[in-house]
């Protein structure tokens, strides 16, 4: 049977690194991108502030103890997804068995792309190659028989790395690396086997069944399996899966339905606009509520026929809030996401077989859509997003 080449593609540092690159007097700073306001959170650190402990997801408060000195800036998503765009469009130039896991990472299953394109290695080499030519950024590559391997293998030599791991050498690649590497063991549960005297994957390999299912119960075999490399999910391109969305957690919580609106007004924006760019339709939208006291509730609601308009989609998400409104009477409100899901591609569009509302709508947004192109994102905001004071 015939090996297959599976790659992991992670751009490195992506959003301080896009930073880094349309501002650089900020190149070789310890650079934050990420909310300053108290409840802020870093969305992405350069290598320069990862040697202060500084990592994504961590309190922005927290970062800033560690490194004082550090440059933060606010994150500009919408320039992420445009260069995201470019990245994925490369992806698809080698293959169409492309698996997104976010904005600047994806595994590409290559294996019948060999025999047109090179070698899973020389593909891999002609991705990074293409992804800095175009974007003036870089990406560490893992080549390997299978995703498991290959996202490791992606991390072994960051930034800008290219680590082949062929089917002879899965084990001497895994065997002298700590437990923490392998997916499914978080800091806590590293720290419980280490404790035990397990601290690489050849003594968690080597380790008996009894110690294991003390730690992984029913998971066990999952996790015995993973140290010795063995992985047979496939490849699954994305597209069926895709969601479009945008979320905020807020410094104050949000005590008034009217100011819950507003925010959640400027989300569908972020959201809409983004969906226009990408070409797509949205036939559900989904809203992502979390109260002061964390608790954590979805709801959504199908929207036929598909749109990507703001005015049609908005109308749905407020109106699913008011009925979470009435349900959580005086809540407050410490996050607010909406997604849009069920994409279909957009057909060319008739503006004279649409009814008058709909062209109106449509002519506004890519006004809107125009105009941040030209000039940002705050250039320009819907009324219905304005704070009333």
């Not at 068995?97 to 990472?105: M, Q, R, Y």
Request: glycine letters at 6%.
């Amino acid at each position: 049977m015939t090996s297959r080449s599976i790659l992991h593609v992670d751009m490195d540092a992506f959003y301080a690194s896009v930073e880094e690159f349309d501002n650089p007097e900020l190149r070789g700073t310890p650079l934050i991108v990420g909310g300053t306001g108290g409840r802020g959170v870093v969305a992405a650190a350069s290598y320069e502030v990862r040697k202060y402990g500084v990592r994504s997801a961590m309190p922005m408060r927290e970062a800033l103890r560690l490194c004082p000195h550090a440059v933060c800036v606010s994150p500009r998503f919408s320039r992420y997804q445009e260069i995201s765009s470019q990245v994925f469009a490369i992806f698809h130039e080698f293959t169409p068995l492309v698996e997104g896991l976010s904005l600047d990472e994806a595994f590409l299953d290559v294996t019948h792309s060999r025999g047109a394109l090179g070698s899973a290695e020389q593909i891999a080499h002609e991705i990074k190659r293409r992804i800095r030519e175009r974007t003036g950024l870089t990406a560490s590559v893992g080549v390997a028989p299978n995703k498991l391997i290959a996202k490791i293998a992606s991390d072994l030599r960051k930034p800008n790395g290219l680590v082949v791991v062929r089917p002879e050498d899965v084990t001497q690649t895994l065997d002298p690396l700590a437990v923490g590497r392998l997916f499914g063991i978080g800091p806590k549960t590293a720290a419980q086997l280490q404790a035990r005297g397990i601290h690489t994957l050849r003594d968690l390999r080597s380790c008996s069944d009894a110690v294991l299912q003390s730690l992984f119960g029913k998971y066990t075999t999952i996790i015995r399996a993973r140290a010795c490399g063995i992985d047979d999910r496939d490849v699954i391109p994305d597209a069926d899966e895709k969601q479009i969305s945008a979320e905020a957690t807020f410094d104050q919580d949000l005590k008034q339905p009217p100011e819950m609106h507003e925010q959640l007004a400027e989300l569908i924006d972020r959201a809409t606009a983004r969906l226009r760019a990408q070409d797509w339709l949205a036939g559900r939208v989904t809203l992502k509520i979390r109260r002061s006291d964390f608790r954590t509730f979805t709801r959504q609601a199908s929207i036929q026929p598909p749109t990507q308009e703001t005015r049609m989609i908005g109308e749905h998400a407020h109106r699913i809030l008011d009925a979470w409104i009435r349900e959580n009477p005086r809540a407050a409100v410490r996050l607010l996401g909406v997604g849009t899901g069920d994409l279909t591609r957009a057909p060319q569009l008739d503006l004279f077989a649409a009814d008058a509302r709909s062209v109106r709508d449509k002519r506004l947004d890519t006004a809107l859509d125009t105009i941040r192109d030209k000039f940002g994102r705050d250039a320009v905001a819907r009324a219905s997003s304005l704070r009333k004071d």
